[in-house]
């Protein structure tokens, strides 16, 4: 085969195998986590107005944290943000390729170890995508270096400092990077150290000069201020991450002196490694249980109560977050009545958590107040799990729902205030315009599918109250509105997790005064209420189905006890879980 030709063949390879690295890294975030690609976008505020660009490019890789949120952003489309992720794998992919020339095209899969090692990292959530642009920004920076001796000189004492800015410490990868950089020609070692020595210090000092006039302390400086979420703390892994980056630019060379007999070997041996480190690597990066949290969270933004249960049904949920979901599913469809205790349940826990000054749990627990009718509470766990974010971002999840919560209380100018920050946004202003003009158009406030129904719903004296007493405010909410079937499924399940089943019965007598009400939990729950009690079960109060299957539960008890493998059929009953059988 003429040498032309093999060369073109390679090229195609190289770049098949790039595509095919992409297409799997889209598939992975597209198909497998599109909740941490939702998780991502609501922990931040992304505005296209002069201040906010200002106050990104007025701080230590500013520039790197502007350009990564303005792709974050994009998140809220969960393909656009498959697509950015798989996007920058490849270039960074490249870059590193680019930099070990010459080196032979047997040691290409080499290129996509610092790569996948970044997607290993990205498994901790609060890695911030800022890492990854600024890594990019830093090997391409590494790419321009010159060749010409002065011109390198030039490099390290204007440049270095620049980069600095603009990515914050990953600039130490070009510092530590220009002694091994000359392609034509090698300076002596002596020089090297020279080079070496005034890069790493020069750049050491310039930080140091930093930390005497920014208002930052001295370690977020020399970590970074946007690389990861919490802003006194640094990935080991991404330090190893620079390092392999500067280690394969700076040697690539040796591997290319390097006489390679085996290519193919070579290549296959290379990728299988490759390869075995994000099969290991991967499920171990991305813990199951706490992204089942993320995706929970997800699904109930989006309000798909359907897959929640489904989600519940596959794998029983057992974390008070994951509990709550699906509480709030089964509510929202109406079903918490009859299969609450199909699932398993955290006492009142598991309905309603308590408050906790957490992001990733505040906006779940959030949506369950708002759809309860608790206005206020809604608000309030919105403003707090958006102040309670590490690194002092805004959210647009969280401006959204303090926006509507304010429309609802008929709070226009505050409500106005929030609407005026969306609109600043790609994603979120067309739903900021079209809300904007009902500000102060009461009629029509009213008579909106949701904002009517939350006014009519809402109580407007629940700023505060004890969180032991949930089910005395669903029974407010419940007097206040009879067709509001969420506070009714919720407040006759709250005593049943508590175990009182006399306080059960006072508020089923209550509801069934006002409406008819007859789900499988409270029939359950009534039959032996008044079995407990010695009392005839009337006629026509529960079903022969339910009282046919009291008296088998009531037998197999006797016989066997609660913990014996035949009372298990009756595990999703509210008599085994008032039996101890079910109870946390």
Known sequence: MPIHMSRSVNRIGKVSLTLVFGLAAFVFWRMRFPHALAFQEQLQLFLLDGDFLWSRVAEPGGVARYVAEFLVQLYNNVTLGAVVIALLYMLMQRLV??????????????????????????????????????????LLAMWCVPQNKWARWGYILIFLPILYWLVGPL????????????????????QMMVQLVAGVVWLALFVWLLTRCLPYPAQRLYFGLSYYRYVQTLPYLLVVIALLCVALAAFGHLLGRVAVKRSKVVAIGSLAAVVLLLAIGLPASFEQRKYDLIEY???????????????????????????????????????????????????VGGLLP???????????????????????????FAFEAMEAIPNYNKSGRAIKRLAETNLINGKYQVAAKYLSMLKKTIFYRNWALRTEQLLGQEERINSHPLYGKMRRMRLTNDLLFSEDEIDKICGQLFLRDNQNTMAIQYLLLCPLLKGDVDTFMNYLQVV???????????????????????????????????????????QTYKSAGINSPQMQRFKETVWYYLSGGGQP
């Open 512 to 554: 069934r005064s006002k409406v008819p009400y007859q789900s499988t939990v409270s029939q359950q729950a009534l039959a032996y209420a008044l079995m407990s009690h010695n009392q005839e079960i009337p006629a026509g109060v529960v079903s022969p189905m339910v009282l046919q299957q009291l008296q088998e539960f009531v």
């Open 297 to 347: 969270d997800y699904l109930v933004r989006a309000g798909q109560w359907d897959a929640i249960i489904d989600k519940s049904t596959a794998k029983q949920p057992d974390l008070p977050m994951s509990v709550c979901a699906t509480n709030l599913a089964l509510a929202m469809k109406g079903q918490l009545g009859d299969r609450a205790f199909a699932f398993y349940q955290r006492g």
């Open 171 to 190: 600039a130490w990868m070009v510092a530590l990077y220009l002694p091994f950089s000359r392609k034509k020609e090698h300076d002596s070692v002596g």
């Open 97 to 138: 390729w680019r930099l070990m020339q010459p080196v032979s095209d047997a040691w290409y899969p080499l290129s996509f170890l610092p790569v996948a090692l970044v997607w290993l990292l990205m498994g901790d959530e609060s890695v911030l995508l800022t890492m990854v642009v600024s890594l990019i920004l830093a």
């Open 354 to 380: 308590k408050f906790e000054r957490n992001f990733a749990t505040l906006q779940l627990t959030g949506e369950a107040y708002f759809q309860l009718g608790l206005v206020n509470t809604a608000q309030r």
